[in-house]
C-alpha cells in the first residue's frame, strides 16, 4: 500500500511537471502571437502588455527547474524517467528563450511605431504564421510524444530560413534607397532574425523529443541554416566602386 | 572496500564532468578570440578555420550531456552532486552557444572582407576585448567556485551593453550617410549584437554558479539590459519628416 502511493505520488509529479511544460508552451505561444500581431497592427499597447507578461514566462521555468530538481532528488528515477525530466529541463530552456525573442519582437514594434511604416514589414505576417504553426505543431508533438509530427516541423525550419533571407535582402535594398527606411528597417531586420531564431529553438524541441523516444539524436538532412551572415547587398549606384 | 572502490570512482567521474567543461570553456575561448582577430585583421582564412572547428565543441557538449546522464543514472548522486551535475549541463548549453555567435561572427567576417571597410568596426576590438576577458573571468570563476568573481563578471555585463548601444547608433547613422556602407554596418550590426549575446551567457554562467553554491537565485541590482530594441534614430536630412 505504502508502495502504491509512492509510486502514485511519483506519476502525479511527472504529470505536474508534463503540466508545467503544457501551460509554459501555451503561454509562449500566446505571446508570441501577440508580438507579431503588435508589429502587424503597429499596436504599442498590446506591445506593452506582451513585454510586461515575460516575466510569467520566466516564473514557469524556475518552477519546472525546481520541481525536476526534487524529482531528481527525491525518487532518483532511472532509463525512461530520468531522460524524461532532463528533457523537461531542456525544453523549458527552449520555451523560455522562444518568450525571451518574443518580447523583443514587441520592444522592436514599439521603436517602429515611432517611424513611418516600410514596404517590407508585408513579409511578417507570412514569417509569423509559419513559426507560430511551427511552435503550436512541435509542443503538441513533444506533449503527445509525436516523433514524427515533430520531425515534420525540425524540416520546415528550412521554408522559415528561406523567408528570412529573401526579406534580409531586400531589406538591405530597401535601406539603400532612401536612408529614411534605414531605423525601421533595421528593426525589421532583427525582428525577422528573431523569428528565424524561434524556429531554431522548434528544431531543438524536435531534437530533444527524438532523443527521448529513441534513444537516438536526429541525424537526417539537416535543415539548411540562416545563410545571410555571407549575404552582400550592393547598392545600384555603387556597381562600378572597387 | 567496495565502498571506497565506487566512492573514487563517483569522483573521477565528477573530475571528468569537470574537466570536459574546462575544456570545451577553453576551445570556446579559443574560438570567440579568433573570429574577433578574423574581423579585425579581415583575415577570411582564419575565419573559415573558426568556422569548421564550431563542430569540435559540439562534439564536446554531446560528451558532457552524455556523461551527466550516465553518472545521474548510475550513481543517483543527491544535493550538492545532484545540482553540480545539473549546472554542469546548463554551463555546457551556454558554452556552445557562445562558441555558435563565435563562429557566426567568423561568418559575417567574410562577408565584411568583401566590401570595403566601415570606420565603426572600429570599436569591435574593444567589445571583444571586454567579452573575452568576461567569459576567461566567469569559466575561471566557474571552475574554481569563486562566487565573488563570478558577480563581477556579472556586473560588468552592462560595460558591453553600453558599448554595444553606442555603437548600434553610430552604425545607423553612418549608414545614413552613404548607402554603400550598409551591407558592411548591416554585419557590424550582427557581429556587435553576437557579442553583447556572448555576455548575455557569460551572466547566466555566473547567476548557475551563484545557484550552485549559495543555493539561491542572484537577485542584486540586475546589469541594465540592451536597450537598442527601443532605439529611433534618424537621418539628418529627414528632420523635417512627419
Redo the contacts between chains.
Sequence with gaps: MAQDHTVKSFDDELMRLRNLIARMGGLAEVQLASAIRAVIKRDSSLAEATIQSDGKVDDLE?EIDDLA?KI??LR?P??VD??AI?SS?KVG?DIERIADYAA?IA??S??LN???SVRPVHAIPRMGQVVKEMIKDVLDAYLNGDVEKAVRVWKRDEELDEMYSSLFREL?TY???D??N??AS??L??IA?NIERIGDHATNIAETLHFLVKGA?LREARPKHDET???????A??GG?G
Excluded at 551572415?229 to 547598392?235: D, F, G, L, R, W
Design positions: 524556475r530538481l531528481l532528488a532518483q532511472m532509463a530520468l531522460r532532463l529541463l530552456t523583443n520592444k522592436r514599439l521603436a515611432q517611424v513611418a538591405l535601406m539603400m534607397e536612408a529614411r534605414i531605423t533595421t528593426h531586420l532583427f532574425k539524436p551572415s555571407y549575404a552582400v547587398v550592393k547598392p549606384s555603387a566602386k
